[in-house]
């Protein structure tokens, strides 16, 4: 039986302590530059947690424990340390973009395959929503998909809010209701329910566009 580590967070989702690598996966996976190590006790995570983070992330190697600073994972299940976000796209992914044509307005979001750009789902335009909404369904719909075909790839988002809205399960839009766009907000409540109701291991990562240009999801209309 594996021996129960903890995970300090100083920069993530949510910083904190946190005692499964999946909960702490959760805080870190695209999120630019994380930090975050494991410890073998409660009491030096809860430690390390008060101080300055870079007094155990720049420990010597070899010590109990291993750190990270990066929005890139090795395919273990353990953290590992780079210094700076990949400059690699992982062809075998999907990305995931939105668009909406005024705020609120016609929102419409779609998921491609990165290694050929062929569009695997497209759903709307949809009346009075709004691009982050867009983003968050996207993200779910992909996550809901791969499961059913028990697939880990990862997904590529350029939202930031969406990508925290799915790691707290919880659409954080400020949107109002209306007669108009009560159809998204079943689909958020779909979205919210599953993500209550089921796990998944695909990595969310960040699409950083800086680096390579437009999502492959992108509908363009920029």
């Known amino acids: 039986m594996a021996k129960k580590k903890f995970y300090v967070v100083w920069k993530g989702v949510k910083p904190g302590i946190y005692s499964s690598w999946d909960?702490?996966?959760a805080q870190v996976y695209g999120f630019e530059d994380a930090l975050y190590k494991s410890f073998p006790t409660q009491e030096e995570a809860e430690k390390a947690?008060?101080?300055?983070?870079?007094?155990?992330?720049?420990s010597q190697q070899g010590k109990k424990g291993k750190s990270a600073a990066s929005t890139k994972f090795a395919s273990s299940t353990k953290p590992t340390a780079?210094?700076?976000p990949?400059?690699?796209?992982?062809?075998?992914?999907?990305?995931?973009?939105?668009?909406?044509?005024?705020?609120?307005?016609l929102m419409e979001y779609r998921g491609v395959l990165v290694a050929d750009g062929?569009?695997?789902?497209?759903?709307?335009?949809?009346?009075?929503?709004?691009n982050n909404i867009g983003e968050f369904l996207a993200i779910v719909h992909a996550l809901a998909l791969l499961k059913k075909r028990n697939s880990t790839i990862p997904i590529y988002s350029d939202s930031v809010n969406a990508m925290k809205w799915?790691?707290?399960?919880?659409?954080?839009?400020?949107?109002a209701q209306t007669p108009g766009n009560k159809p998204i907000f079943e689909l958020i409540e779909r979205a919210e329910n599953w993500l209550q109701s089921n796990s998944y291991s695909n990595p969310i990562?960040?699409?950083?566009t800086k680096l390579?240009?437009?999502?492959?999801?992108?509908f363009g209309r920029k």
């Open 205 to 208: 990562l960040k699409w950083e």
């Open 23 to 25: 909960d702490c996966k």
């Open 82 to 84: 780079t210094a700076k």
């Open 49 to 58: 947690f008060s101080e300055n983070p870079w007094k155990s992330l720049n």
């Open 86 to 105: 990949s400059a690699k796209i992982l062809p075998d992914s999907i990305a995931v973009d939105a668009a909406c044509a005024g705020n609120p307005g």
């Open 166 to 175: 799915v790691v707290n399960k919880k659409c954080k839009t400020k949107l």
């Open 212 to 218: 390579w240009g437009e999502n492959p999801a992108d």
């Open 118 to 130: 062929k569009e695997i789902f497209h759903i709307g335009p949809m009346e009075e929503g709004t």
